[in-house]
């Protein structure tokens, strides 16, 4: 029989799993987030802007997998930086 500590610690991972499925970005959404990355990171490099790291990856799986695994709002704060980060580059 499980202590109140591990039911409690139980239910939270239970929720965290469910809660977080829930608002985990969909599949749709993902393709065109991870597309926008690519030309950006295109663009990055076309444009010499010298952006580095993993937002400039030009690898689509990587962008793709990633935002499957995030809720919207935090794979549109990233796609959001990108668009900051090629204006910026652009003279915007």
């Known amino acids: 029989m499980l202590n109140a ?3 409690t610690l139980l ?3 239970v929720f965290a799993s469910i809660s977080g499925a ?3 970005a ?3 959404y993902c393709n065109q987030y991870a597309a926008a990355a690519i030309e ?3 663009q990055n490099l076309a444009h010499h802007c010298g952006y580095g790291g993993p937002r400039w ?3 689509y799986q990587i962008h793709y997998g990633w935002c499957l695994g ?3 709002p935090v794979a549109a704060n990233e796609w959001h930086a990108r668009r900051v980060g090629i204006a910026e580059c652009f003279g915007h």
Do not use: N, Q, T
């Open 40 to 42: 950006a990171a295109g």
């Open 70 to 72: 995030v809720p919207i």
């Open 26 to 28: 969909d599949p749709g």
């Open 5 to 7: 500590l591990a039911r």
């Open 22 to 24: 829930a608002l985990a």
């Open 11 to 13: 239910a939270a991972a």
């Open 57 to 59: 990856v030009a690898d």
